[in-house]
Each structure stands twice: as C-alpha cells, then as structure tokens.
C-alpha cells in the first residue's frame, strides 16, 4: 500500500480532458503569451525549454493494467521542440500568430503536451507557451512556469528531481500490478460510495441551461474558427466602474459577459443565464495536472439594461459557500469515479449530447504578474488565456458552447480574453470587438484592442 500511495493518479477532471483528447483531439488548450518591446535570445529561451521540460509540465499518461485502476503520470518521455521564427508577425496579427501555436497534435502517450514558440514583431517579440487542458490547467501551467523562471534566473542546470518535476513522480515501486490492484480495490468502493451518494443527493439541483435558439443557423460555412480578443482596460477605470455599481471587479467581468452574450441574440430579454466560474483547488506542493473545479451562478439579462452587479456579488458569494457544503453536493459530482471507468464507446454516445459552458468566466487575479519577466527583460503585454481550435460548425452548434472571458492584471492594466465560439451569435471577431465596444462602453469602460 505504501507504493501505491507514491502513485500520481489522473484525477477526474484529468481524465474528463484526456477523454475529450481522445474523442477529438488537442481541442480544448491552455496558453500563456507575452509581447516584448524588444528581442530576447535564442538561448536564453532554449534555456527556458530546457528548465520546462524537466518540470511540472514534463508528464505522460500511463495506463493501467487492472481493470478500474486509474491511469498515472509519469516524466514525459519527448517534447515538441522550441518553434524560432524567423518571419516578422505584423502587430495587427499577433493573436492570430499566438492562435497558430495551438495548431500542433499533442500526445499524452509520450507527454508532449506543451509547446514553447517565438516569432519577431516590430523591434520587439512575441512569445507563446501553450499547453493541452490534459496535463494542465491554467494554475498547473503558472506552476510550472514559475518555477523554470526562477531556475533560469538563478543560472541553474535543468532538473527534474530538484525542480517542480519532481511533483510528477515516478513508477510506483514494488511493480505496476501491486499499485493497479490496490488502486482498482479503492476504486471499486469509490464507485460505490459515488453511487449513493449520487442517490441522496438526487434533490440538489444546479443552475439550468437556457437552450440554445432552435431558429436557422446564420454562419454559411460547415468549418468555424471561434471569434477571439484580447482587450486591455486601465486597471484605475474598471475599479471604479465595479465600486460605482455595488460590485466587484470578478463582479464587473461578469455582467459585460452577459451582457455581451445578450447583445449577440444568444439570450433573450428576461432570461436568466448559467455563468460558470472556475475555481482554483491547488494546494502547496500539488502534484494534479488539474486541479479547479466549476461553481455555477445564474445571472438575469434584461434587454437594455446593465447586470445588476450586487446581486451578482451576492449570488457568487452563496455559491461559493454552497460548494463547501457536502450536503449541496450534485449527483454528478459524486458519479465522478463512476465516469472515469467508463470506455470511450460508450463515452462516445454521452459527447454527443454534452454540453459546453454558455459563460464561462475565469478570474486569474493578479497571476501572469510574477512571469511577466524572461531573461530579464519584462514584457509590455501578457495574456493567459483558453484556446478553442477550430472544427466543423456542428460541434459548436450541438455543444451550445457560448461565450468566454478571462480577466488578469497588472499594477496599472486589465487584460481580457474573450472568445465567442457560437458561430451563429459570433460569426467574426469584428462581430465580437463590435459587442465588446458597445457593451464596455455602456458600462463608461474605454476598451483598447490587441
């Protein structure tokens, strides 16, 4: 039992992702991005490689070999090698080129599942790290950045056992079969445990989903690229608008989601929308690629009409206060260890009425401030944000998948990512930067676009 307890099992929310890799692919990724005034080395980042890919990120899948024993991580065994570009990025196409870097096909069988790029702009450089949503969420990424960061800084030689890779471990000793059948054992009686847990907590409910408009679809191509933005606003400007309106700034990121979602036509006057707000999980030490769950609010939209930022404030509050109640537990949390056993066949039957968030709205604070630097050079501009590749327009229409919208910040800046992924509500990015405009400005927020 003491091997066992040595081995980095998947999570459910690990498996969750590795499932939908499997199903379709690297469609759902995370990325970092910085925009530099000036050029930074080619060794310097082929130095940030090097650290990155003996960290936290530096992990592959391996499957168990007992039935009902989890998967584990181990030190990945390849990387996608440093992207140098040689070509110039016009500035008004930096996040088409940070878009681009997504387009590559990880394998969590090898554990690459990360790519580091670079490319010229003007006198000065942009930079991508994207990683897929299988080995890591947003909070696993800063992890591991962090730690290749300081590394770098301090001069020191890439190691695995004495930077954040060692978090991903190794084989369990004594053998695979010993740790997959005390692993299947505990799962078994988490399954069960999940099962009737499930059943006494058949009368929580969460927030509905509004459907999506039955009426005939406006986008003419069968292929769609999710619309994207990256939007700065003076940090100064959007605290005061959030204390102007009893809110808060997480408070304030929501309500022009809705409000951008409303004037898209993808909410009717008087309806009320499930919003979806990530919350981080991750302890010191963490070894899970992902570790956040989702804590779901529904927020009214009248046509005409600003969100109502205290109610909003309030709601958010209950809601989080609600997820620490095991009492307000759903069922389908508790049928977790039940999802994880189930084989991609029958996985395949459940995608095709699964569902996507309409709102989704991620608050990482103040986090992209502590890797704005590389090398010692500061970057002028960074985003952290989600990336939707594209795929056939029927997968969007059939998930419902909305809008998404990650806030972070700096001494002086509001960085928002935005992505409209219905095809119908946001056919073009100049579609989505018209909503934005006109619901920041609603709001006496001056939006500046990438």
Not at 260 to 276: F, K
Request: charged share 20%; net charge neutral; with cysteine.
């Amino acid at each position: 039992m003491r091997a066992a307890a040595r081995v980095n099992r998947l999570t459910a929310d690990d498996d969750l992702f590795w499932k939908v890799h499997r199903l379709f692919g690297s469609v759902l990724l995370n990325q970092m991005g910085w925009w530099f005034d000036e050029p930074l080395d080619r060794d310097t980042l082929t130095a940030l490689h090097r650290h990155l890919a003996h960290g936290f990120l530096a992990r592959r899948v391996v499957r168990g070999r007992v039935p009902f024993a989890r998967p584990w991580w181990e030190p990945s065994t390849a990387t996608v090698p440093l992207t140098w570009q040689q070509e110039p990025v016009a500035e008004d196409r930096v996040i088409e080129w940070l878009s681009q870097q997504g387009e590559v096909d990880f394998d969590p069988a090898d554990g690459s599942l990360w790519r580091l790029s670079a490319a010229p702009v003007g006198r000065g450089m942009v930079v991508s790290l994207v990683a897929s949503h299988v080995g890591a969420d947003g909070s696993a990424g800063l992890v591991a950045l962090s730690d290749a960061l300081d590394r770098l800084g301090r001069g020191l030689e890439p190691s695995r056992s004495d930077s954040s890779g060692r978090h991903v471990r190794d084989r369990p000793e004594g053998g695979r079969w010993r740790a997959d059948l005390a692993d299947a054992t505990g799962q078994v009686w988490a399954i069960g445990k999940g099962i009737a847990g499930a059943y006494r907590a058949r009368g929580v409910t969460e927030p509905g989903r509004i459907p999506r408009d039955p009426q005939p679809p406006h986008y003419p191509s069968d292929h769609y690229a999710p619309a994207q933005l990256i939007v700065n606003v003076p940090l100064v400007q959007w605290n005061s608008v959030a204390r102007k309106y009893g809110g808060t700034a997480n408070g304030l990121m929501i309500g022009t989601a809705v409000g951008i979602l409303g004037r898209s036509g993808r909410l009717g006057d008087g309806a009320s929308v499930r919003v979806d707000i990530p919350r981080m999980m991750r302890g010191p030490d963490d070894p899970r690629g992902n570790a956040t769950t989702g804590i779901p609010i529904s927020v009214p939209y009248t046509e005409g009409e600003s969100a109502d930022l205290a109610l909003i404030r309030a709601m958010t509050k209950q809601a989080m206060t609600a997820y620490d109640d095991p009492a307000s537990t759903p069922p389908l949390q508790h049928l977790q260890p039940l999802q994880m056993v189930i084989p991609d066949v029958i996985a395949r039957r459940f995608v095709r009425t699964s569902k996507a968030p309409i709102c989704l709205c991620t608050n990482l604070g103040s986090a992209t401030e502590s890797v704005a630097t590389i090398g010692g050079v500061r970057a002028r501009r960074v985003v952290m944000r989600p990336i939707i590749r594209p795929r056939d327009t029927e997968f969007f229409r059939r998930t419902e998948i909305g809008l998404s919208m990650s806030w972070s910040s700096d001494d002086e800046q509001v960085t928002l990512a935005v992505i409209g992924a219905d095809p119908d509500a946001f056919p073009s990015t100049a579609t989505l930067r018209a909503h934005v405009r006109a619901e920041f400005g609603a709001w006496g927020l001056v939006p500046a676009f990438w």
